[in-house]
């Protein structure tokens, strides 16, 4: 049966299996992406076709994108889309009426350019002629504490 949704990219976090083995059964056209909000949405894409012929992960680095794998599976992107930094606002007192502080943190950079360090794990695989994707965020946040368990 085919679906009235012509295309539905999902992202923001990996796709439990179920969903991608309803989504199959539903005739959906599925497109699971990596990216986020610094990197301008997606840098990584599996394709509509390939999700269908039973392809997992994230798909295909983008054009405009690199993906890098460091020490243990770190994740770091290059990408014409990606921002420059993060931008810090902070009232400069402790009173409400304090005027506002702003600091600017760029992204690291080295000779290729500037890139963006994520809190998230993967690697790269050789399927065919297309390079797949598996990532998964790492960061565990609990009481103000910030901590990556798997590192």
């Known amino acids: ?4 949704v012509s295309l ?3 992202g923001g976090a990996p796709a439990w299996p179920s969903l991608l083995q309803a989504a199959r059964a539903q005739g959906i056209a599925l497109a699971p992406t990596y990216g986020m909000t610094e990197t301008a949405s997606q840098v990584v894409t599996l394709s509509p076709p390939e999700f269908e012929a039973g392809q997992t ?4 680095v983008l054009p405009h994108a690199q993906i890098e794998i460091g020490e243990g599976g770190a994740v770091r992107v290059r990408s014409r889309s990606l921002a420059q930094g993060y931008l810090t ?3 400069s ?3 409400s009426s304090s005027p506002l502080c702003a600091s600017f943190e760029p992204f690291p950079q080295d000779t290729a350019g500037p890139y963006l360090p994520t809190d998230d794990l993967g690697f790269l695989t050789q ?6 994707w598996v990532a998964a965020a ?3 946040l609990a009481a103000a504490k910030t901590s990556f368990p798997l590192r």
Request: charged content about 10%.
């Open 89 to 91: 606002i902070s009232a």
């Open 8 to 10: 539905c990219v999902l």
């Open 1 to 4: 049966m085919a679906s009235p």
């Open 93 to 95: 007192g402790s009173e």
């Open 127 to 132: 399927q065919a002629i297309s390079t797949s």
């Open 57 to 60: 992960g994230c798909g295909r």
């Open 138 to 140: 790492t960061k565990l």
